[in-house]
């Protein structure tokens, strides 16, 4: 399966990345950025594919879609900072926290620093916001599995560009997906807990070994799980981005691991039964 969401912008950081190893040896040294001493991330400690990437220009086509300007977003330091509404006021549970100044912020690479990112829908129809170019209110969530918060980062499009507008930090609890990411929780550390959390039949559809144009479905039993589970199950921290939906309280949730440049993606499909979430069905 393919992801859509980082295509544009990923075509636009491999050129750069190729234009950087064939002329570095002719380049100055890159002058360093004004604001780079309040950043997290020392400016001497990005890879030559994120200085490249800071040194590029987002391409106005990136407002289009989220997702592409989320990509550069969090590679780019200067258009980071460029893209935050300071001062930018931090909430806790609803109430003022602090207001950030911007040379109190600090650069946030938020899911680059890993191979892929996590999102949760209630539907399959859901996840075709991703596409959607007329989405204007996006909320990503930075979700602590093991503090039990969630942490919401808000951006709007204002005159065409997106902006972050605000952060709002919660307990996990009052997050509108608590029951299922309390189960989640467990389930991505416990296989003992993964075996039990399964219905009697699990479909499951995978590469085909013997046809790289074909895939393969099929039923396995729970005893089976721990030959066929994918060997990425998220655990620790994730993330989800609100693109506009709106959740509920409902018996189905669609888990989606996605892939950074990488062609990965793997989808759990989990149902409630009672108080109980069973996986019913996984792509890989």
Known sequence: MRKHGFLFVLVLFLSAVSAFNVGCS??????????????????????PEDSVIAEQPMPKAADE????????????????????DFPLKEYNDGKLARVIQKNQWRMDHFFMRQDYYTLIFDSRKQ??????????????????????????????????QFRMTAINS??????NNSSFLQFYQ??????????????SEVT???????????NQTGVIMPEQWPSFKPALIPSGEIYNI????????????????????NGLEIDFTFRRFGKHWKLIKFTT
């Open 186 to 199: 467990r389930f991505a550390a416990d296989t003992a807990f993964q075996i039990k959390s399964m219905a």
């Open 127 to 160: 996840a075709e916001l991703v596409k959607d170019t007329s989405v204007s209110h996006v909320v990503v969530e930075k979700i602590s599995l093991r503090r039990k918060m969630v942490r919401q980062y808000v951006f709007d499009r204002i005159n065409g």
């Open 65 to 84: 879609l989220f997702d592409d300007f989320f990509f550069n977003f969090a590679a780019n330091r200067k258009l980071q900072r460029e893209r935050i």
């Open 26 to 47: 002719d380049k100055k040294p890159p002058k360093e950025d004004s604001v780079a001493v309040a950043d997290s991330v020392a400016a001497d400690s990005l890879s």
């Open 242 to 261: 609100i693109y506009g939906q709106t959740y509920k309280e409902s018996n189905y949730k669609l888990f989606v691991i996605r892939g950074i440049a």
């Open 170 to 175: 919660h307990p996990m609890y009052k997050n």
């Open 204 to 214: 499951f559809t995978s590469p085909n070994p013997d046809n790289d144009f074909e």
